[in-house]
Nanobody
């Protein structure tokens, strides 16, 4: 069974930093891509960062560019979040994709207070 486990969330003041981690269990092949999504209260789940197996990083959410940095070590993916804002609050999910297989973690809560 493949499991992705996020950690590193918590409560932080505006302007602070957090580093999220997502570790994969039960899947030895390198995911083609690993991604972080954010789901704010009452809103849909949106992608904030993506990284390929050769290290190419992409940030589809303009609001995080220059503040968030995605990185990975094989099937462990990280999200360094700096200069956090209250609008970054939400549940952060990681996702791993290989061919047609997609796996999600259970999420980790990030709350940024003003």
């Amino acid at each position: 069974q493949v499991t992705l486990v996020e950690s590193g969330g918590g409560l932080v003041q505006s302007g602070g930093s957090l580093r999220l981690s997502c570790e994969t269990f039960g899947f030895s092949t390198s995911f083609h891509t690993m991604e972080w999504y954010r789901q704010a209260p009452g809103k849909q789940r949106d992608e904030v960062a993506r990284i390929t197996d050769d290290g190419f990083a992409y940030y589809p959410d303009d609001s995080v560019k220059g503040r968030f940095t995605i990185s990975r070590e094989k099937n462990t993916v990280y999200l360094q979040m700096d200069s956090l804002k209250p609008e970054d609050t939400g549940v952060y999910y990681c996702k791993g994709a290989w061919r047609s297989y997609i796996y999600w973690g259970q999420g980790t809560q990030v709350t940024v207070s003003s």
